[in-house]
């Protein structure tokens, strides 16, 4: 069982820029592949962006050169830097991790994050 919590979100005008972060429990964190989903009201949980153990990264297009996702595995911890933020940026956003060659994935509460002036 891994315990995922998420942290960070609140309130912010756009353009302006918030950090998420994501830790997760477990000796093995190095090799959890992280992932950043959001969810907004009325629609489909999206990827935001995932890390590999490996440090590759894939975002989803609508946050390409705003957001950037990192890990720091001393921590057990990964963070989402988000920037540039939108309206559109708007909703809760969720952890999730995997672990390869096990079954199953664990995912946080989730952190609301609104951009709004």
């Known amino acids: 069982q891994v315990q995922v919590v998420e942290s960070g979100g609140g309130l912010v005008q756009p353009g302006g820029s918030l950090r998420l972060s994501c830790a997760a429990s477990?000796?093995?964190?190095?090799?959890?592949?992280i992932a950043w989903y959001r969810q907004a009201p009325g629609l489909q949980r999206e990827l935001v962006a995932r890390?590999?153990?490996?440090?590759?990264?894939v975002y989803a297009d609508s946050v390409k050169g705003r957001f950037t996702i990192s890990r720091d595995n001393a921590k057990n911890t990964a963070y989402l830097q988000m920037n540039s933020l939108k309206p559109e940026d708007t909703g809760v956003y969720y952890c999730?991790?995997?672990?390869?060659?096990?079954?199953?994935?664990?995912w946080g509460q989730g952190t609301q994050v609104t951009v709004s002036s």
């Open positions: 999730n991790v995997q672990r390869p060659g096990r079954a199953g994935d664990y």
């Open positions: 477990g000796s093995t964190f190095n090799n959890y592949i």
């Open positions: 890390i590999t153990s490996g440090g590759s990264t």
